[in-house]
């Protein structure tokens, strides 16, 4: 699995805590070895958002992710908490 950055996520990302950014690096990792893991709550969004999806990273941060060709490239889009959804 390819996975690619936006910028508005890499701005995003940059400005996580350092225990964040190493749970978003575990979550990345956790994801291209099993995208189906249950921790990931890995679900479709609806909507305007209908044609992405979204992982969580913890109880609060949400990665909102776009696959192509059957997940063999992801971009990841933003990261943050709902608000990310409007």
Known sequence: MEIKYT????KKFKR?????KLQVVKTQDLFKSNVKHPSLRLHKLSGDL??????SVNMRLRIIIYPKHDFLQVIFLDI???EIYK
């Open 16 to 20: 996580l805590t350092d225990k964040e």
């Open 50 to 55: 209908y044609d992405m999806w979204s992982i």
């Open 7 to 10: 910028r508005k996520f890499l």
């Open 80 to 82: 943050g908490g709902h």
